[in-house]
C-alpha cells in the first residue's frame, strides 16, 4: 500500500472538494482518499496504479493536480472579491428596485421604468449576464457534478439558475421580435440566488485562508538560520544546512534552532509554547532542547538530533494538518441528504415534463411546470436557514466576548457535558506574578514592590518579568551575584535580592520558616528583599489564575458537566491550582499528542468535549475536541485551530454559549422545518397536480414564493434575539 498527498488546484468550496472524494474513492485502485479543501490537498492511499494515474483521475473529475505537497503556500483570497462581493450588492438592490419599486410605489426611475418595458427588460438581462459570468466557477462546478454522476447543490443551483435565464431569455425575444410585453421575465431570480451562493463561499475561504495561515506560521516559530560551530569557530549556515550530530551554538535572547541534547553550558529556557509549562526551566549537560523555545540568559552548545520535518514543530504540524482531515459527522450527513435530495428534484422535474405531455399539455405549459418545479426547489431556503442563525448568533456571542469560527459550533454546544481546560496561559495567565507578599518593613506593599522593581529591572534572570516599575527609581552600584541574586543601592542604602543563600552570604539567620514553608507549598519562588542587611520581606511569584472562577467550575457542575484540567505542568504546580478552583479531575505532564489522545478517550467514550487552551502545544487537542475554544491572548496557531475564540477571556461566557447553542439549534430545526414544509406544498402545485382546482402557479410565482421562504427564514431566525435577552 502506498500513500501520497497532492496538491490540488480549482477547488473552491464543499461541493468541490466533497465530489473530488467522492470521484477519487470510486476509482479502481483507490483505497481512500482524503480531499482536505483548507489546504487544497488529497491524501490518497492506492496500490497497483502510479502517481500518473491518480493525477489523470483527478483532471477527469475537472480538477489540477499540482505535484506532491510539499509545505503550505501562501495563498488568501483576493481583496478585490470583496468588492466584487458589494458591488455585486449593489446591482442586485438596483435590480429589485427596477422591477419591484412601482409595486411599493416607490419613484420612478428616468427612462428605466414600467412605462418602457423593453428598457427595464435589456437593463436587466444586461446585469443578468453580469451575474452569470462574476458566478461561471459556480455553473462550472455544477456542471462537473453532473457529468460525473454526483450532482449536488451546485447542480441544482446550475440547472434553477440557468433554467430561469433561459426562459426568461425567451420572453425577453418575444418582447424585441413581436413587440409584446412578457410576464415571463424572472432575471432578478436568477441574480439573488447567484449572489447569495457567491457571497456564503466567499465567507468560506476568509475561513480556509486564516486556518492555512495560522498552519504556515508555525513553521516560523523556528529560526531560519543557526550557530555551527566547528572546531574552535563559529559559522551562521541556514536550518536546511543544519545536519543530525552538528553541534551548535545558542547565547541569550537566541532561539533554539533544531532538537537537540545539551552537551556544554547551562541557562534557562521557555518551552511553554510546547510543553504548558509556565516557568523557564533550567537546562545543562544531557538535558534536551526543543527547536523555537528561547534561551533567556545563558550560553549552551547543544548537538541537533531532530532536524526538519522530524523535529516537534514539524510533528505537530502534521498532526494537525491530520486532524484538520477528519470530517464531522453533521458535514457527512449533509453531504449524503443533498446527494439524495437533488436526484430526487431532477427526477420530478423531468417527471413533471413528461406527465404534463401525457395530459395533452403543450409543449409550452410542460415546460413551464417543469422550469417552476425546478424554481421553487431551488435551496434558498435551504441554504439560508442554517447561516442566518449562525450570523445572529455570532451577534449575540459577540456582546458576550465569544467569536465563533463556524456554524457547527451551534449544533455541537448544547449537548456539551464536559469541559477541559488547559492550565498555564488558560486558568492562569501563563505568566509569573506576585503571588503573596510577606512585608516585615515600614514600607507599604506598593513601596517595596517599587523598590524591588527598580532593582529587577537590570536583572536578567526570569524571575524580573513578574515586576513592573512603578515609579522611577536610581539605582547605583548594580551588581549579579552567581547563584545568590542581585545587589543595588537606591538612596544610599544597600538592597539584596535572592535566594535562600543571601541569607548565608550575609550571616543572617533564618527567622520566618513559617512563612518560607507557606510560599513553598503554594509552589511559589521565594524571593529574600534585605535593606543594609535587615531582612524585610519575603515575596512569592508563580503563575496565577484568572480572577474568580471557582464560581465559573460551581456553575459548570451544577449544569451536569464535567470540569477537567488537562495541562502539561506538573502535577504539584496543578493540583494547587485545582484544588484553589475546586477541580477533581486533573491530567499533569502531558505532551501534546498525550492532550490530544486524553481528548480521543472522552470523545470514544461518547463524551461531548469542549477544550479550552491558549498555546500551540493545545492545538492538536482543540482540533480533536467537539468544541475548540481559545482565549484571546492565545497563539494564532491555537485561535485559528479553535471554532471559538473567547475575546475576553471570562470563562464564565462558554456557560453563555451553551445557552445560545441550545436557543439557535431549535430555531434552526424551525427554519429548516420551514424550508422542507414550503418545498413540500409548493412542488405539487408547481408540478400542476392541482391545476383542475384552479390552483395554479407560474414561474413568476414560485420565484415570488421561493422568496418569501426565504422571508420566513430571515424573520424566524431574528426572534433568535429576543429569545435570548
Not at 524580573?464 to 552567581?482: Q, Y
Not at 511559589?524 to 467550575?553: F, K, N, T
Request: with cysteine; aromatic share 8%; hydrophobic share 45%.
Amino acid at each position: 500500500m502506498k500513500k501520497i498527498v497532492l496538491k490540488i488546484s480549482g477547488m473552491t468550496c464543499s461541493a468541490c472538494s466533497s465530489g473530488l472524494e467522492k470521484y477519487l474513492n470510486k476509482q479502481v485502485g483507490v483505497k481512500s482518499a482524503n480531499v482536505n479543501l483548507i489546504l487544497s490537498i488529497a491524501t490518497i492511499e492506492y496500490e497497483n496504479i502510479n502517481k500518473r494515474d491518480l493525477e489523470r483521475h483527478i483532471k477527469e473529475a475537472g480538477f489540477i493536480s499540482l505535484g506532491e505537497f510539499k509545505g503550505i503556500e501562501k495563498e488568501e483570497t483576493e481583496g478585490g472579491e470583496k468588492f466584487k462581493i458589494m458591488g455585486l450588492g449593489v446591482l442586485l438592490l438596483i435590480m429589485m428596485y427596477i422591477s419591484m419599486g412601482y409595486m411599493l410605489n416607490l419613484p420612478n426611475l428616468p427612462l428605466v421604468n414600467h412605462q418602457n418595458p423593453t428598457v427595464v427588460a435589456t437593463v436587466m438581462l444586461l446585469f443578468t449576464l453580469v451575474f452569470l459570468w462574476q458566478g461561471i466557477d459556480i455553473l462550472k462546478n455544477g456542471l462537473k457534478s453532473f457529468l460525473h454522476k454526483m450532482p449536488n447543490m451546485n447542480t441544482l443551483v446550475m440547472c434553477s439558475v440557468l433554467s430561469s435565464f433561459f426562459y426568461s431569455l425567451y420572453g425577453y425575444s418575444s418582447m424585441i421580435t413581436v413587440g409584446k410585453y412578457s410576464t415571463n421575465l424572472y432575471f432578478e431570480s436568477t441574480c439573488m440566488v447567484l449572489y447569495f451562493v457567491m457571497v456564503g463561499k466567499y465567507i468560506e475561504n476568509i475561513s480556509k485562508d486564516k486556518t492555512r495561515d495560522a498552519i504556515k506560521n508555525l513553521v516560523t516559530i523556528t529560526p531560519s538560520s543557526a550557530v555551527l560551530k566547528v572546531g574552535q569557530k563559529e559559522k551562521v549556515v541556514s536550518i536546511d544546512e543544519v545536519k543530525k550530530g552538528d553541534l551548535l551554538v545558542c547565547r541569550a535572547g537566541e532561539k533554539i534552532a533544531v532538537d537537540g541534547i545539551v552537551e556544554n553550558g547551562k541557562t534557562y529556557v521557555d518551552e511553554s509554547f510546547i510543553t504548558g509549562e509556565s516557568a523557564p526551566v533550567v537546562k545543562t549537560a544531557f538535558s534536551k532542547v526543543i527547536a523555537g523555545s528561547i534561551n533567556y540568559d545563558g550560553y549552551i552548545e547543544y548537538r541537533a538530533e531532530r532536524v526538519g520535518k522530524d523535529s516537534t514543530i514539524s510533528e505537530i504540524v502534521r498532526l494537525v494538518i491530520d486532524a484538520t482531515n477528519a470530517k464531522s459527522k453533521i458535514q457527512k450527513l449533509a453531504d449524503k441528504l443533498s446527494g439524495y435530495f437533488v436526484p430526487f428534484i431532477f427526477f420530478l422535474a423531468i417527471l413533471t415534463f413528461i406527465i404534463q405531455l401525457l395530459l395533452k399539455s403543450s409543449f409550452e405549459q410542460a415546460l413551464i411546470h417543469m422550469i417552476t418545479t425546478l424554481v421553487v426547489a431551488c435551496p434558498c431556503a435551504l441554504g439560508l436557514a442554517v447561516p442566518l442563525v449562525v450570523v445572529v448568533s455570532n451577534g449575540l456571542c459577540a456582546k458576550r466576548g465569544l467569536f465563533l469560527r463556524n456554524g457547527d459550533v451551534l449544533e455541537k454546544a448544547r449537548n456539551i457535558d464536559t469541559v477541559v481546560f488547559d492550565k498555564t496561559g488558560t486558568l492562569t495567565f501563563g505568566k509569573l506574578n506576585v503571588f503573596h507578599i510577606f512585608n516585615y518593613s515600614k514600607y507599604e506593599n506598593v513601596d517595596l514592590i517599587n523598590i524591588v522593581s527598580n532593582l529587577e529591572k537590570y536583572s536578567s534572570h526570569p524571575i524580573s518579568s513578574a515586576f513592573k516599575i512603578h515609579k522611577g527609581l536610581k539605582v547605583e552600584n548594580f551588581k549579579t551575584l552567581n547563584g545568590i541574586g542581585i545587589y543595588g543601592e537606591i538612596n544610599g542604602k544597600k538592597y539584596y535580592l535572592g535566594n535562600d543563600k543571601v541569607l548565608s552570604k550575609l550571616k543572617i539567620k533564618e527567622r520566618h520558616l513559617s512563612d518560607y514553608t507557606y510560599l513553598v507549598e503554594n509552589c511559589c519562588s521565594i524571593i529574600y528583599i534585605l535593606e543594609d542587611s535587615q531582612l524585610i520581606a519575603l515575596i512569592g511569584v508563580r503563575d496565577v489564575v484568572r480572577g474568580d472562577l471557582s464560581p465559573v467550575v460551581r456553575e459548570f457542575k451544577k449544569n451536569n458537566i464535567e470540569v477537567v484540567m488537562l495541562t502539561g505542568d506538573n502535577k504539584k504546580a496543578a493540583s494547587l491550582i485545582a484544588k484553589e478552583l475546586g477541580i477533581t479531575q486533573i491530567m499533569t505532564d502531558a505532551l501534546p499528542q498525550e492532550k490530544a489522545d486524553y481528548i480521543k478517550t472522552l470523545i470514544n467514550k461518547r463524551k461531548k468535549v469542549i477544550m479550552v487552551g491558549d498555546g500551540i502545544n493545545d492545538a492538536l487537542s482543540l482540533v480533536c475536541s467537539t468544541i475548540g475554544i481559545s482565549i484571546n491572548d492565545g497563539t494564532d496557531i491555537a485561535m485559528d485551530s479553535a471554532d471559538v475564540i473567547l475575546m475576553n477571556n471570562d470563562m464564565k461566557n462558554i456557560l453563555d454559549l451553551i445557552k445560545i447553542s441550545k436557543h439557535a439549534y431549535r430555531v434552526i430545526k424551525q427554519n429548516l422545518f420551514w424550508a422542507f414544509f414550503y418545498n413540500i406544498c409548493m412542488i405539487p402545485i408547481a408540478m400542476g397536480l392541482f391545476d383542475k382546482l384552479g390552483i395554479v402557479m407560474t414561474p413568476m410565482f414560485g420565484s415570488v414564493a421561493m422568496i418569501f421562504s426565504s422571508l420566513t427564514v430571515v424573520l424566524n431566525s431574528l426572534r433568535l434575539g429576543r429569545m435570548i435577552e
